[in-house]
């Protein structure tokens, strides 16, 4: 499969991911009360955090296995005895240490679900970052629609079936959500595992836990910057939620949360183009990098202006389904400010991958995330002050545009090459939707 096909299915599982995310959001705010859904939002946001942490230690599985592919049994094996061991370590830690702290010091239910739910999370990045390596889009992408496919289904099968008592209905949700990722984490080890047999030589056995001093240092030196990269890519997406949860209180934030959520369904449809572009740009030489780099940022571009259009225009009629006397409508706004920003959050993503998966410099990747959070922060303090929820949305926005804008300036002197074309468009980027569109009406002509 070429990488347009690659990419127009992609998008299509990406959107059906989205479409999952919204109605999980609605189910869920019509079944729990507001402030029980800011708790379960924030168990998410928790483990999201914790999940980008540990994914920078998987990542040097997904960097090394395309730039020595002839290796990549004797990388899974390394990945296979860090990962599982790791597994096996914090559930041992976590067990006890939540026990004691929920019965004892009271620690509130968002972060114990958080900590028995990271080792699910370290082995469902590990599955999905093979298979991205592996370049098994197909099943990348039917990995990561599963958790939000199961949810759903467990969700509305149990509550339509029989409806919990009001205060059982928190922990029955953080029952089903951490059921929901085990369900995930299956699918994508077992895809991931198969992918591997086949580029394992005979007498190889990708199963196997074998140490390697190579990939230790790499999961170790790159892991580490990476992981650190990663929690401050995260802290870029979250600071304002923080900052309104911190500021505006449990109920603000969780109608602000509604508004970041939905407005991420642009992120993950954007994730489409970086999926399939991962590979190759990790793969591929110095030349062939910045090409597929300035094209996949003009692709982005493109695919998430049109895909927020569409979103602005529909999105809003939306929200009073999530009920409770349309609490939720006060998202709409902050919700619309969003969308611009995501949309160049969106095309720095891919330059982000260029400097940490084709360059290998996740330090790069940290200055630049880290500069975004600081606008990001600076402009919240100002704005949230005297627009609340609005001027969190608009310091978001503020703060992504600004920071493509130096990403930018950043690829052009490293690269050696003009920085407008990650954003200029020029008539050959138009070519692969001009296409699609004449085979659909082509199809439809009698």
């Not at 998202?331 to 959050?345: D, E, N, S, T, Y």
Request: with cysteine.
């Amino acid at each position: 499969m070429n990488d347009r096909k690659t990419t127009f299915f992609s998008f299509i599982y990406r959107g059906l991911s989205s479409v999952l995310g919204f109605l999980n959001a609605i189910v869920v705010r019509r079944f729990l009360t507001v402030e029980d859904v800011g708790q379960l939002q924030y168990s998410q946001v928790l483990l999201n955090g914790g999940q980008n942490f540990l994914a920078g230690y998987t990542n040097w599985y997904g960097y090394a296995i395309p730039k020595r592919p002839t290796e990549t049994t004797r990388i899974a094996q390394m990945g296979n005895l860090v990962v599982f061991g790791a597994c096996l370590l914090l559930w041992a830690i976590a067990l006890p240490v939540t026990l004691i702290l929920v019965h004892r010091a009271g620690l509130p239910a968002a972060w114990a679900w958080t900590m028995l739910s990271l080792p699910l999370a370290l082995l469902f990045n590990y599955g999905t970052r093979v298979l991205n390596a592996l370049h098994d889009i197909r099943w990348l992408n039917r990995a990561n629609i599963a958790q939000p496919l199961s949810f759903l289904v467990f969700y509305l099968s149990l509550f339509l079936i029989h409806s919990p008592k009001l205060e059982q209905r928190l922990t029955i949700s953080y029952i089903l959500w951490t059921s929901s990722w085990i369900l995930a984490v299956l699918i994508a080890l077992v895809a991931a595992y198969r992918r591997l047999n086949t580029r394992a030589r005979k007498g190889e056995n990708v199963l196997r836990w074998r140490f390697s001093a190579v990939d230790w240092r790499g999961t170790f030196a790159y892991g580490s910057w990476s992981s650190v990269s990663n929690v401050v890519h995260y802290l870029n997406y979250r600071v304002d939620y923080f900052y309104v949860a911190a500021v505006l209180g449990p109920r603000t934030m969780s109608i602000y949360g509604t508004a970041v959520a939905v407005a991420e369904v642009l992120n993950t449809l954007s994730q489409s183009i970086v999926s399939v572009v991962f590979a190759r740009m990790t793969g591929a030489n110095r030349e062939d990098a910045i090409v597929v780099t300035t094209m996949a940022s003009r692709q982005t571009i493109i695919t998430s202006t049109l895909a927020a259009t569409g979103m602005a225009i529909v999105f809003p009629f939306l929200f009073p389904l999530f009920g409770h006397h349309d609490v939720y409508l006060e998202a709409v706004v902050p919700f619309l400010i969003l969308l611009p920003g995501l949309i160049f959050k969106a095309a720095s993503n891919i330059l982000l991958q260029y400097a940490t998966n084709s360059l290998g410099q996740p330090k790069t990747a940290i200055w630049m995330n880290g500069l975004a959070v600081l606008l990001n922060l600076a402009v919240c303090v100002v704005l949230v002050q005297h627009f609340g929820m609005r001027g969190a949305a608009a310091a978001s926005t503020i703060a992504y545009i600004l920071g493509f804008a130096i990403y930018c300036v950043w690829f052009g002197r490293v690269s050696k090459s003009p920085a407008r074309a990650l954003w200029l468009l020029r008539r050959s980027d138009f070519v692969p939707y001009f296409d699609i569109m004449r085979r659909i009406l082509h199809r439809r002509r009698p």
